[in-house]
Nanobody
Framework: QVQLVESGGGLVQAGGSLRLSCAAS????????MGWFRQAPGKEREFVAA?????YYADSVKGRFTISRDNAKNTLYLQMNSLKPEDTAVYYC?????????????????WGQGTQVTVSS
């Protein structure tokens, strides 16, 4: 069993920053592609960023968000800068087999419980 636990969410003013963390256990962290997704109320879950051999970002967050991982600590991070109200959502981390389609939800086998990010205007 692979467990993923997100943390670091909260309430922040527009233009501010947050750093999300995802602690992994129960698997070989370095062998997984890792991703961040988010879901706003009434909306479908959408891709935010992923990291495997390279990093990948949704156009909506490119230049503002940075995904990284510390394999020694089995932890995934998402540094979010210049936050906008439209970034408000529940953020989920996910783990899956390395793939060419990192933006697709179906390629991720394990998911965290999510952490709420709220950006006020």
């Amino acid at each position: 069993q692979v467990q993923l636990v997100e943390s670091g969410g909260g309430l922040v003013q527009a233009g501010g920053s947050l750093r999300l963390s995802c602690a992994a256990s129960g698997g070989t962290f370095s062998g997984y592609a890792m991703g961040w997704f988010r879901q706003a109320p009434g909306k479908e879950r959408e891709f935010v960023a992923a990291i495997s051999r390279r990093t990948y970002y949704a156009d909506s967050v490119k230049g503002r968000f940075t995904i990284s991982r510390d394999n020694a600590k089995n932890t995934l991070y998402l540094q979010m800068n210049s936050l906008k109200p439209e970034d408000t959502a529940v953020y989920y981390c996910a783990a899956g087999q390395p793939s060419s389609y990192y933006t697709r939800l179906s390629l991720y086998d394990y998911w965290g419980q999510g952490t709420q990010v709220t950006v006020s205007s």
